[in-house]
C-alpha cells in the first residue's frame, strides 16, 4: 500500500535554490509518486525572523561565495542561470497566490512553478507583471486569466499570508525546505537525502536525542 504521507514544500519563486531544484524535486515525485503540499512563503520575512538577513544585509564574503555557488550549481543542473537578472527585486506575491489558486482548482502546478522561476533567473522578465504572469501561465497549459482573478479572493490573501505564519512557526528559515514525516530537509542539495527517507533508506532523523 502506498505511503501517502504528503511532502511539505516551503518555496519561494524569489529564490534562486528553487529554481535550481525545482524540476529535480518534480522528478522526484515522479519517483516516488508521494503527494506534496505546495506552500509558497514570504522568504525574506522568514529569514529575518529566524534571525538571518537578507542578503543586502550580509558580510561581503558571503555575498560573494553565494554567486560561486549558484555558478557551480548552474553547470552541475546544466540551466541557464543569471545571477543577477534584471527583475531581481519583483514582488513574488501574484505567482504565489496563482500557485494557491492552481492547487485550489487541482491543477498539475508544477509546470507553472519551473515556467516562473526561468522566466525570472533565464530570461530576465519582470514576473511582478500580471500580464507576464498571465502569459506564462497560459504557456503552461493553464487559464492564466482564471488564475488572475482567484489570485484576488480574499481565501488566497488569506492562504499565502498563513503559510508565511506557518513557516515561521516551525522554524523554517529558507527556501526550499522540505518537511516529511516532521523531518526537515533545508536546501534543493538536500533531495538525495530527502528521498532516502521516503524509500526508507533510514530512519527518520530529528536532531533530538
Given at each position: 500500500?502506498?505511503?501517502?504521507?504528503?511532502?511539505?514544500?516551503?518555496?519561494?519563486?524569489?529564490?534562486?535554490w528553487?529554481?535550481?531544484?525545482?524540476?529535480?524535486?518534480?522528478?522526484?515525485?515522479?519517483?516516488?509518486?508521494?503527494?506534496?503540499?505546495?506552500?509558497?512563503?514570504?522568504?525574506?520575512?522568514?529569514?529575518?525572523?529566524?534571525?538571518?538577513?537578507?542578503?543586502?544585509?550580509?558580510?561581503?564574503?558571503?555575498?560573494?561565495?553565494r554567486?560561486?555557488?549558484?555558478?557551480?550549481?548552474?553547470?552541475?543542473?546544466?540551466?541557464?542561470?543569471?545571477?543577477?537578472?534584471?527583475?531581481?527585486?519583483?514582488?513574488?506575491?501574484?505567482?504565489?497566490?496563482?500557485?494557491?489558486?492552481?492547487?485550489?482548482?487541482?491543477?498539475?502546478?508544477?509546470?507553472?512553478?519551473?515556467?516562473?522561476?526561468?522566466?525570472?533567473?533565464?530570461?530576465e522578465?519582470?514576473v511582478?507583471?500580471p500580464?507576464?504572469?498571465?502569459?506564462?501561465?497560459e504557456?503552461?497549459?493553464?487559464?492564466?486569466?482564471?488564475?488572475?482573478?482567484?489570485?484576488?479572493?480574499?481565501?488566497?490573501?488569506?492562504?499565502?499570508?498563513?503559510?508565511?505564519?506557518?513557516?515561521?512557526?516551525?522554524?523554517?528559515?529558507?527556501?526550499?525546505?522540505?518537511?516529511y514525516?516532521?523531518e526537515?530537509?533545508?536546501?534543493?542539495?538536500?533531495?538525495?537525502?530527502?528521498?532516502?527517507?521516503?524509500?526508507?533508506?533510514?530512519?527518520?532523523?530529528?536532531?533530538?536525542?
Amino acid at each position: 500500500m502506498q505511503d501517502s504521507e504528503p511532502i511539505e514544500y516551503f518555496f519561494s519563486l524569489a529564490s534562486p535554490w528553487t529554481y535550481l531544484g525545482s524540476r529535480e524535486f518534480e522528478k522526484l515525485i515522479d519517483r516516488t509518486r508521494k503527494p506534496v503540499k505546495f506552500k509558497p512563503i514570504d522568504l525574506g520575512k522568514v529569514i529575518v525572523a529566524a534571525g538571518g538577513k537578507q542578503l543586502k544585509d550580509r558580510p561581503a564574503p558571503v555575498q560573494a561565495y553565494r554567486l560561486v555557488e549558484l555558478a557551480r550549481w548552474r553547470e552541475l543542473r546544466k540551466i541557464d542561470l543569471v545571477l543577477w537578472p534584471k527583475y531581481f527585486g519583483a514582488d513574488q506575491s501574484l505567482s504565489h497566490r496563482m500557485v494557491l489558486a492552481a492547487v485550489e482548482m487541482e491543477a498539475n502546478v508544477f509546470p507553472f512553478l519551473h515556467a516562473v522561476s526561468e522566466a525570472k533567473w533565464a530570461f530576465e522578465r519582470d514576473v511582478g507583471d500580471p500580464s507576464v504572469l498571465q502569459e506564462i501561465a497560459e504557456s503552461t497549459g493553464l487559464d492564466g486569466a482564471a488564475l488572475r482573478h482567484a489570485a484576488d479572493k480574499p481565501s488566497i490573501s488569506e492562504e499565502e499570508r498563513k503559510l508565511t505564519d506557518e513557516a515561521i512557526d516551525r522554524s523554517v528559515f529558507g527556501a526550499p525546505f522540505y518537511i516529511y514525516r516532521g523531518e526537515p530537509f533545508w536546501g534543493q542539495d538536500r533531495l538525495d537525502q530527502l528521498e532516502a527517507a521516503i524509500v526508507g533508506r533510514r530512519a527518520p532523523i530529528t536532531g533530538r536525542e
